[in-house]
């Protein structure tokens, strides 16, 4: 079984994995673009003082990783850490021991210290981001129902619109993210 250390040096950059997206990739790059990194909390300075890497677990078809990768990538930018990604769905070993309720949710960042062991995970989603999702699911009629899979697209072309445009919803990925991130360097 590989170890996540193997995981993250067969890894490709997340910029060369952004920059070969099939999917999504524009929307990617117009978060990417759009979101600056706070400099004045504290976060970066720890980061660049701690230096954790982080593994990505992430596929370009998804809607989260969409919104979470370039923000999580302008992070790693501004604190001048490695990070980089694979592929979920090329081998499961590694996402399997990162479910979420039992599902194999993306996209998931594991922070490893210099020796390659995890220190801390964080993903796939915010929770203020997860309970938009919920409401928003809460309104579909029964899956049985004829319009479901219509009303399915629609609420989450909704969501993935609101990811794409809301620096509110960006702000909810960066605080989470910090705050989990700082939990996890704290205790190294």
């Known amino acids: 079984m590989k170890t996540e250390q193997q995981y993250f040096e067969e890894a490709t950059s997340i910029q060369q994995y952004m920059d070969n997206m099939s999917t999504l990739k524009e929307d990617s790059f117009r978060i990417y673009d759009g979101f600056e990194v706070p400099m004045n909390d504290g976060f970066v300075a720890l980061l660049k003082d701690k230096q954790p890497k982080i593994l990505t677990i992430t596929e370009d078809w998804c809607g989260d990783a969409m ?3 370039p923000i999580i990538r302008r992070i790693a930018e501004a604190a001048g850490l490695d990070m980089r990604a694979v592929l979920r769905d090329a081998d499961t070993d590694l996402i399997d021991r990162y479910l979420t309720n039992g599902g194999r949710a993306i996209p998931m960042y594991i922070l490893l210290n210099e020796s ?6 964080w993903g796939p989603r915010a929770p203020e981001l997860q309970e ?6 809460a309104t579909l009629p029964d899956k049985e129902d004829s319009t479901f899979e219509e009303a399915q697209k629609a609420i989450y072309a909704e969501i993935r619109e609101e990811n794409l445009t809301s620096k509110t919803n960006w702000h909810y990925v960066y605080e989470d993210f910090k705050k989990h991130v700082t939990a996890a360097l704290q205790t190294v």
Not at 116 to 121: L, M, Y
């Open 132 to 137: 938009i999702v919920v409401t928003k699911r």
């Open 116 to 121: 390659g062991q995890v220190i801390g995970k």
């Open 67 to 69: 919104l979470n990768n």
